[in-house]
């Protein structure tokens, strides 16, 4: 199989899949139970997730790994059971990619903050370098540090992704609109600035995901090509913008609405497309639909 690199540099446009944690809810999710658990306990229902994102036609799928890393997991007493886990959530998702699909080994932001003195940075590259371990030991073939909002922690992931595993490493932030229209992460992280700093830590493609429905990440995209016009962009986009409605958050936007914007993430330089935060396999089939008839 061809490195998702590879594949782009061929010309393909490819999709991702949607959401997980809002899937792993509505199969049983309780309040403040670790989704990562699942891995082990319920590893048929976290396969049924992966396989309606491939069934959808996704061209990779994620794992269930997200908060997968020592300081996530202590929260559940886990964090002895870091690489069981990862390996766990990349076998789920090999086995529904089966060998001509692509698995993204998930890996998010611990929750510390350096700047405030949680942690160093030695501890939060061997907790992602435990995590990308056991992703690629189940599968994975690529590894996506996503949700990034602080430069030096994703630039500890991505690091650690590269040194210790031979898969490809993906890193997107996510990115808020300020009343300019201009983006920036929580921390001042402008796209412009995560380009070069991506690119010298050794990510091979780069990106947002959260924060923003697809409109939004069509204005993130155009500064990331205005900075680097060659690298490969993954873009996985909210279901619009969250709205508080019968006491819980939800993502309003339509599979046809999500499916109007792609064009225009496309010809902004988009690569790569799926779903983060509300989307369904019914929006990844949508965008397969879309990225079908750009490739005609």
């Not at 490969?232 to 599979?255: I, M, S």
Request: proline share 4%.
């Amino acid at each position: 199989m061809k490195t998702i690199t590879q594949e782009i540099q061929s010309g393909k446009l490819m999709v991702s899949d949607g959401a997980w944690g809002t899937f792993l809810q509505q199969m049983g999710l309780q309040p403040g139970e670790c989704p990562e658990s699942w891995n082990l306990k319920y590893p048929d229902r976290v396969l049924e997730i992966a396989q309606s994102y491939i069934d959808a036609g996704s061209d990779m799928i994620e794992t269930n790994s997200f908060g997968g890393n020592a300081f996530k997991l202590s929260m559940f007493g886990l964090e002895d059971k870091v690489y069981e886990i990862n390996e766990a959530a990349a076998r789920i998702s090999r086995k529904a990619a089966g060998s001509n699909r692509h698995v993204l080994g998930s890996i998010g932001p611990t929750g510390k903050m350096l700047m405030m003195g949680d942690v160093t940075y030695e501890q939060l590259y061997e907790a992602f370098k435990t995590q990308a371990m056991g992703l690629e030991a189940g599968g994975a073939d690529a590894l996506v540090v996503e949700t990034m909002t602080d430069l030096e922690e994703a630039t500890a992931a991505v690091r650690a992704c590269r040194d210790n595993t031979s898969c490809e490493v993906i890193c997107t932030m996510t990115f808020d609109k300020s009343p300019d229209g201009s983006f920036f992460t929580m921390m001042g992280v402008s796209p412009a600035d995560l380009v070069p700093a991506m690119i010298d830590a050794g990510a091979n493609i780069i990106g947002a995901n959260c924060g923003n429905g697809m409109e939004n990440m069509i204005g993130i995209v155009n500064e990331i090509r205005a900075i680097d016009p060659e690298i490969p962009v993954l873009v996985h986009a909210n279901a619009g913008a969250p709205v508080y409605k019968n006491g819980e958050t939800v993502f309003l936007e339509t599979p046809d609405q999500m499916a109007q914007f792609t064009p225009l993430l496309i010809d902004a330089g988009a690569n790569i497309i799926g779903g983060c935060c509300g989307t369904t396999p019914d929006h990844i089939r949508k965008i397969v639909e879309v990225v079908k008839l750009k490739t005609v």
